[in-house]
C-alpha cells in the first residue's frame, strides 16, 4: 500500500471541529448537551446580506471570477479597511480567499523558503492552525508565550530574545483567540519598534475579531509608521457578519498582494461568486447589526465572566474582545482530582453535559501558568445559565 507523506501524518488540526464531532455524536445517542466548544456567532446573517445573495445567483453570477475576487468587492474591503484602520487601502493592493484562514499559509509561503531555517514567531496559546501550517510550509515555528500576569499578552523581553536575522514572520492577533485578549497601544508601539530593524521581517496581523473590542476602539499595527507595508492585514466575513459557512475572507498588503493571487488560483481558483456579492452588501450597507451583535457579545461576556469566578476552583480575567474567556482551571482539577484541564474538559462533557476545549488545543500549556480552558460565548443567555449551573453543581457534587 503507497505511504502517506511525513507532512500529511504529522498535519495539525483544529481540535474545535474535534470536540464538535464528539458533542454531536454524544447528542446523536440522546445526551443532552451545553457547547461552549466551537467559535461561530450563533445569530443568523443579517437578512439584507442573504437577501443579496440570493440576488446574485438570480442575477446570474454563479460562474467563476478573477482568482483576486470581483471588483466590486475588493473596492469594498479596501474602502473597509481604510475605514476601521485608519490607512489608506487600494482596492489593488486586497485579495479575497476562501475564509480568512487559507491567508495564513498563503503568507507563510510568500515569505519564507522551505528548508531554508526561516522562523516564523506566533502566540502560545494560539489559534492552531498557526503552528501546523508553519511545519506544513517547512519552516520553523517559534512559540512565544502569552502569560496570565500580562493580561495574556507578550512578554515583549522573551519576544525580544526570539526574534533573530532568521525571522521572517511575526504572527499577532488581536483580539486573541483562546483568551479574548487586545493588545495595547504601548504593546503595538514597541512591537513596531522591535521589528523595524529587521528588513526581511514580515508581520501577519490576525484581525478577524476587529469588529468585536468592547473597551475602546480597535487598533491595527498597520496604521503606526513603518509599519504598513510590511504588515498583512487579515480579516473575514465570518465573526463580523456570523457568516462563517460562507467562506469570504480576504488580506491587504501591496507588495503580497499578487503572490496571494498565485496562491488562491493554484488552490481554489476563486472565491464562491454570489458569496463575494453578500459580502459587498455587508461591508457597504448599515454596520447597525454588527453594533447590535456586539452589544449581545458584550451582555453574555460579563454574565458567563461573573457566573465563573463564583464557581469554586475556577478564575476568569475579564477579556477585552472576541467572544472568549480563558479560566484558569488549576484549583478545579485539584478539587475534583482531574490529572489536568484534558481530563477536567473531558469530565465536564461526560460527567456534566458541558462541552469546552481544554489549553493543549491551543498549543503547549504556559510553563507556571496553570490549566486553563476555553468557552467560547458565541450562545444563548440561556445556554449560558445553564452550563454555568451544571458546572456549579458538577464541582459541588466532585468535592
Known amino acids: 500500500m503507497p505511504v502517506v507523506s511525513r507532512r500529511a501524518r504529522e498535519l495539525g488540526t483544529e481540535n474545535a471541529f474535534v470536540v464538535l464531532g464528539e458533542v454531536e455524536r454524544l447528542q446523536r445517542e440522546g445526551k443532552d448537551i451545553v457547547s461552549f466548544c466551537i467559535g461561530q456567532p450563533d445569530f443568523p446573517t443579517p437578512d439584507h446580506i442573504r437577501a443579496a445573495g440570493i440576488r446574485a445567483i438570480e442575477d446570474g453570477h454563479t460562474g467563476y471570477t478573477p482568482s483576486p475576487g470581483i471588483a466590486a468587492l475588493r473596492q469594498a474591503v479596501a474602502a473597509y479597511f481604510t475605514r476601521t484602520r485608519g490607512i489608506d487601502v487600494a482596492p489593488e493592493e486586497v485579495v479575497a480567499g476562501c475564509g480568512g484562514k487559507p491567508f495564513i499559509a498563503y503568507t507563510i509561503l510568500s515569505v519564507t523558503d522551505h528548508g531554508s531555517g526561516h522562523e516564523v514567531i506566533y502566540p502560545n496559546p494560539g489559534f492552531p492552525i498557526y503552528g501546523s501550517q508553519v511545519a506544513a510550509c517547512g519552516a520553523v515555528p517559534v512559540a512565544v508565550d502569552l502569560r496570565e500576569a500580562r493580561g495574556f499578552n507578550f512578554d515583549l523581553d522573551d519576544l525580544r530574545a526570539k ?79 456570523s457568516m462563517t459557512g460562507w467562506r469570504i475572507g480576504y488580506a491587504a498588503n501591496k507588495t503580497l498582494a499578487p503572490a496571494f493571487t498565485r496562491w488562491v488560483t493554484n488552490t481554489d481558483s476563486c472565491p464562491p461568486h454570489p458569496n463575494q456579492y453578500a459580502v459587498v452588501e455587508a461591508l457597504t450597507a448599515s454596520q447597525e447589526s454588527v453594533d447590535r451583535m456586539r452589544e449581545v457579545f458584550l451582555h453574555r461576556r460579563d454574565r458567563i465572566v461573573a457566573g465563573l469566578n463564583d464557581v469554586p476552583g475556577f478564575e476568569c480575567q475579564t477579556p477585552g474582545g472576541a467572544f472568549y474567556v480563558w479560566p484558569n482551571v488549576t484549583e478545579a482539577c485539584e478539587r475534583v482530582g482531574a490529572e489536568d484541564s484534558e481530563e477536567l474538559r473531558k469530565r465536564l462533557l461526560y460527567e456534566a453535559g458541558v462541552a469546552v476545549l481544554a489549553d493543549r488545543h491551543f498549543g503547549s500549556r504556559v510553563e507556571g501558568d496553570g490549566q486553563h480552558v476555553r468557552f467560547s460565548y458565541a450562545s444563548s443567555l440561556e445556554a449560558i445559565n445553564e452550563g454555568l449551573n451544571r458546572i456549579a453543581t458538577f464541582m459541588k457534587k466532585n468535592t
Open 163 to 241: 526574534i533573530n536575522d532568521n525571522t521572517r514572520l511575526l504572527i499577532l492577533n488581536s483580539p486573541h483567540n483562546p483568551t479574548g485578549s487586545i493588545m495595547s497601544a504601548e504593546d503595538l508601539e514597541a512591537l513596531a519598534r522591535m521589528v523595524q530593524p529587521y528588513e526581511n521581517l514580515w508581520v501577519y496581523s490576525d484581525e478577524v475579531y476587529s469588529a468585536l473590542v468592547y473597551d475602546g476602539e480597535f487598533r491595527s499595527i498597520a496604521a503606526l509608521p513603518g509599519m504598513k507595508d510590511r504588515t498583512i492585514i487579515a480579516d473575514s466575513a465570518s465573526k463580523t457578519y
